[in-house]
T-cell receptor
Framework: KQEVTQIPAALSVPEGENLVLNCSFTDSAIYNLQWFRQDPGKGLTSLLLIQSSQREQTSGRLNASLDKSSGRSTLYIAASQPGDSATYLCAVRRGSTLGRLYFGRGTQLTVWP | DTAVSQTPKYLVTQMGNDKSIKCEQNLGHDTMYWYKQDSKKFLKIMFSYNNKELIINETVPNRFSPKSPDKAHLNLHINSLELGDSAVYFC?????????????FGPGTRLLVL
């Protein structure tokens, strides 16, 4: 069974800081890994998807890396802004297409001006 | 032009009632999902359908019955509602294959069972 852990559970930083959010998973036989953002009272928004054969993906100020063998992914947020405040969720997909997603419990990020 | 929409957004009902939640996606995706997010914000898959066929049924009580009339719709019917069913239910969709499996989520349906 796949277990996904996210550290830290909560993070509060001043605007402008560079951040690293961590995700670890117990079973390295994954198909892909996806990072999401969830704003209070809203649905999830996909940020980045990394295939199992890839090492990283970048979108704007976000960079996600994947080390499948060690069961780790990091989400790097550069020059954080108050608008980045949200809960960030990591999810891994089991080893094939149509496999289920296993979610972590998220990191709640607050960026204050 | 909402990609994944759910109705209703809020649902307050009494224990023992039967209710339905509807989901529609206009992205042309072939796979749709139902997730449950509990009070501690933990998100867990309930069902997934690919081309109207059930793919994942994740140890959900049989009071929950999904129905996919076509690829763009996946509805969730719940019989005999219990207090523990109170949660936020999210619908999602994706297009499988060739690295396009990004899942797109609806806004959620907040169910409160009294």
């Amino acid at each position: 069974k796949q277990e996904v852990t996210q550290i830290p559970a909560a993070l509060s930083v001043p605007e402008g800081e560079n951040l690293v959010l961590n995700c670890s998973f117990t079973d390295s036989a994954i198909y892909n890994l996806q990072w999401f953002r969830q704003d209070p009272g809203k649905g999830l928004t996909s940020l980045l998807l990394i295939q199992s054969s890839q090492r990283e993906q970048t979108s704007g100020r976000l960079n996600a890396s994947l080390d499948k063998s060690s069961g780790r992914s990091t989400l790097y947020i550069a020059a954080s802004q108050p608008g980045d405040s949200a809960t960030y969720l990591c999810a891994v997909r089991r080893g094939s297409t149509l496999g289920r997603l296993y979610f972590g419990r998220g990191t709640q990020l607050t960026v204050w001006p | 032009d909402t990609a994944v929409s759910q109705t209703p957004k809020y649902l307050v009902t009494q224990m023992g009632n039967d209710k339905s939640i509807k989901c529609e996606q206009n992205l042309g995706h072939d796979t749709m999902y139902w997730y449950k997010q509990d009070s501690k914000k933990f998100l867990k898959i309930m069902f997934s359908y690919n081309n109207k066929e059930l793919i994942i049924n994740e140890t959900v009580p049989n009071r929950f019955s999904p129905k996919s009339p076509d690829k763009a719709h996946l509805n969730l019917h719940i019989n005999s509602l219990e207090l523990g069913d109170s949660a936020v239910y999210f619908c999602a969709s994706s297009q499988e294959g060739a690295g396009r499996e990004t899942q797109y989520f609806g806004p959620g349906t907040r169910l409160l069972v009294l």
